[in-house]
């Protein structure tokens, strides 16, 4: 609306001369004292009457024209300030954007890194149970191993070791060795 405003404002003053003053169907122009009729003066022609209507009329349409550019010159000014406060607000819009875009990206690095750490204790622990489990293993065999040693040690010195459940003890006990030293090595 306001741009049909000045546009309104804008023919209207271009169809007013400040000049050019119609008085009884004559086109007349005024140039400071002076009336012109087709560039003729004719001042001193013009009864004084005539001629204060003349210039009141100029006065009036001087007027109306002062009027006319004020009120545009207001609306232009009011149009700025209004793409002013437009432009602040489409960037005051676009900064919280770019802060929403910026915060959006810190929380999904954030969350990133939140899952590599959980891979990563999930990996120690695994890690820590390996290493558990292998001790444990590595202390059965141990066991076994010991036990084996003193339950030979024990039927051989009682003598209720035959030749054939000698070999096996050896063999039994040899292969705990192994699985021993295999353990020893998971560590």
């Not at 009884?24 to 003066?41: A, H, R």
């Not at 204790?121 to 065999?141: D, G, H, T, V």
Request: glycine share 2%; aromatic share 4%.
């Amino acid at each position: 609306m306001k741009i049909w405003m000045i546009a309104a404002c804008m023919v209207f003053g271009l169809t007013l001369q400040a000049q050019d003053v119609v008085f009884k169907e004559v086109t007349y122009q005024v140039k400071g004292d002076k009336i012109l009729k087709n560039g003729v003066d004719v001042t001193k022609v013009l009864s004084v009457e005539d001629q204060l209507q003349i210039k009141e009329a100029f006065t009036i349409k001087k007027a109306e024209l002062e009027k006319v550019k004020a009120e545009a010159e207001r609306v232009k000014e009011e149009n700025k300030k209004k793409e002013a406060e437009l432009k602040k607000k489409e960037d005051e819009r676009k900064a919280k954007e770019k802060a929403l875009k910026k915060e959006e990206k810190a929380q999904k690095e954030q969350e990133k890194a939140l899952k590599k750490a959980q891979k990563e204790q999930k990996k120690a622990e695994k890690a820590l149970k390996a290493k558990e489990k292998a001790k444990s293993n590595f202390e059965k065999a141990g066991k076994k191993h010991k036990d084996a040693i003193a339950k030979y040690e024990k039927l051989k010195n009682k003598g209720k070791l035959s030749p054939v459940d000698e070999a096996k003890s050896l063999e039994k006990i040899e292969k705990l060795k192994e699985k021993l030293e295999k353990a020893k090595s998971k560590l």
